[in-house]
């Protein structure tokens, strides 16, 4: 490295020349590298939930979960698989190798649960590939001196979200925080004696009817609609 060094005090200029272009050509370079606040990544996991309205945990079990993880037992890339039932709900969650193409894998799993007949009133899994995409980069607390009022909600619903949507690079604007309804049912006990129903089955029903689902179209006032 002796050579080096005497060359470098022989050339000062040259030196100090090159010293001048790594840093004009390090400037430049750091301005246009694309950087982003929160780059997007994949997790390589692909969750699989599926709704079965008013069945227990061991027909969603048996009926539901197993079925799955035999379809998608052969998915490529596949490291584990972690299930969970419950009564009228399952979740799959299969995790894969890091270098995994996550996109590719999701198509993966979607395919392999297009051919399964699952039970009557059960409806179609739904495949969830998470991505920090997803996440939130900012959240925003509204306040009112009144309130929560009807009229409030309408002004956060309609010009403070139509506002942050019409903000330069937002993919996407939720609202959340509305109250939410509410219904008591008191079961009488002597007519579910006599019908032979137990509160665990009636558990099972009321949890299935808290769900939304197409059941066809309907002309309602002129208007189609499902």
Do not use: C
């Not at 509204?142 to 019409?166: C, K, M, P, R, Y």
């Amino acid at each position: 490295m002796g050579w080096l060094t005497k060359w470098s005090f022989a050339n000062k200029a040259a030196v100090g020349l090159l010293v001048v272009m790594a840093l004009v050509v390090g400037g430049i370079s750091y301005t246009t590298l694309p950087m982003e606040f929160m780059p997007e990544a994949d997790n390589p996991q692909v969750s699989v939930m599926v709704m079965g309205p008013g069945q227990n945990a061991g027909s969603m079990e048996n009926k539901v979960t197993k079925p799955i993880e035999s379809a998608v037992g052969l998915v490529k890339g596949k490291k584990e698989i972690l299930s969970t039932s419950g009564e009228g709900y399952a979740k799959i969650d299969i995790y894969f190798d890091s270098n995994t193409n996550m996109k590719e894998a999701s198509q993966e799993v979607q395919k392999a649960l297009d051919p399964l007949q699952l039970p009557e009133g059960v409806m179609k899994p739904f495949v969830l590939q998470l991505n920090t995409s997803m996440i939130p980069i900012s959240q925003i607390t509204v306040s009112f001196d009144e309130g929560l009022t009807e009229s409030n909600l309408a002004v956060a619903e309609t010009t403070i979200l139509h506002e942050l949507q019409n903000i330069k690079g937002v993919s996407n604007v939720g609202l959340y925080g509305r109250p939410a309804s509410q219904i008591s049912v008191s079961a009488d006990q002597t007519k579910m004696a006599q019908k032979g129903v137990s509160f665990t089955q009636l558990m099972s029903v009321l949890k299935g009817r808290n769900v939304e689902a197409s059941v066809g179209a309907q002309t309602i006032g002129g208007q189609n609609g499902n």
